[in-house]
């Protein structure tokens, strides 16, 4: 019960919705190029990334010092509905900004 009452509160954030969208159209992606594409600091972008990974809707891989996030796979039946409906959502993206490849990553 807990883990889907965590589902439920991090999908009740504009913020959250998002950037559930944005990973689900361009896949795994640095925390650095998220900061960049969404011009967010990187305090709250992380708190907002923790909130979705704790919800099972995220997972991590850490390479060196960066971590990528990505949508979980698989997800359950409650996560793929609301990823699925979120899809169909009138959002207006930001643009995938990767500082990455061009300037390096900096925390």
């Excluded at 971590?67 to 207006?92: G, N, T, W």
Aim: charged share 30%; hydrophobic share 40%; with cysteine.
């Amino acid at each position: 019960m807990e883990i889907f009452l965590k589902s439920v509160a991090a999908l009740n954030d504009e913020t959250r919705v998002l950037i559930l969208r944005f990973l689900d159209t361009y896949g795994q992606t640095c925390v650095c190029d998220m900061q960049a594409s969404f011009e967010m600091i990187q305090s709250r972008l992380s708190r907002h990334l923790k909130i979705l990974k704790d919800a099972g809707f995220l997972r991590v891989d850490r390479k060196g010092t960066w971590a990528y996030y990505s949508i979980r796979k698989p997800l359950d039946r409650f996560r793929s509905e609301a990823l699925e409906e979120i899809r169909h959502l009138d959002i207006v993206l930001p643009a995938l900004n990767k500082i990455s490849q061009t300037q390096g990553c900096k925390l």
